[in-house]
């Protein structure tokens, strides 16, 4: 498993995002497992799910040509 990607900030911090428009029983497994072998870098996960998705579609689609 790998999150869909990787965010990078001014600083050299980051983050990883994984979009989820929904989360069913796969998902779940494949992020705990995740969370399990990389631990570190679980802390640094972001879930995009659908009410995250649908705030950010709120603020950025009207300011952003062809959002989707």
């Keep these: 498993y790998t999150p869909d990607f990787q965010v990078w900030f001014p600083d050299g911090t980051y983050e990883w995002h994984e979009v989820k428009g ?4 796969k998902s779940r497994i494949k992020l705990r497992r995740f ?3 990389h631990p570190m870098e679980a802390a640094r ?3 995009i799910d659908k009410a995250v998705y649908d705030d950010l579609k709120a603020i950025w689609q009207p300011v952003l040509e062809d959002w989707e």
């Design 45 to 47: 996960l972001k879930v």
């Design 22 to 25: 929904y989360m069913d029983d």
């Design 35 to 37: 969370q399990l072998h």
